[in-house]
C-alpha cells in the first residue's frame, strides 16, 4: 500500500512554530506529536513553547529516506 502525505509547502525560516512544522513536513500534528514522542524528531521548548529547527526537520527527512 502507498502512503500520501499533504502538500509540502516552502518555508523560509529558521524556527517553525508546530503547526508550521507540520504544514513543513506535510504531516498532521498529530503526527508529528507521535514523532516528537518516540524521540524521532528533535525540538527545543524555552520557555515552554515547543519549537523546531528547520535544519532538523530537514535532516529527519534525509535520515529517513527509503531506496
Do not use: F, N
Given at each position: 500500500m502507498r502512503r500520501t502525505f499533504g502538500e509540502v509547502r516552502?518555508?523560509?525560516?529558521?524556527?517553525?512554530?508546530?503547526?508550521?512544522?507540520?504544514?513543513?513536513?506535510?504531516?498532521?500534528?498529530?503526527?508529528?506529536?507521535?514523532w516528537?514522542?518516540?524521540?524521532?524528531?528533535?525540538?527545543?521548548?524555552p520557555g515552554g513553547t515547543i519549537i523546531f529547527r528547520k535544519r532538523d526537520l530537514d535532516n529527519f527527512v534525509l535520515r529517513n529516506r527509503v531506496i
Open positions: 516552502p518555508i523560509d525560516k529558521v524556527w517553525l512554530t508546530h503547526k508550521e512544522a507540520a504544514a513543513y513536513l506535510g504531516v498532521s500534528g498529530r503526527t508529528l506529536d507521535r516528537r514522542a518516540e524521540a524521532k524528531m528533535p525540538y527545543y521548548k
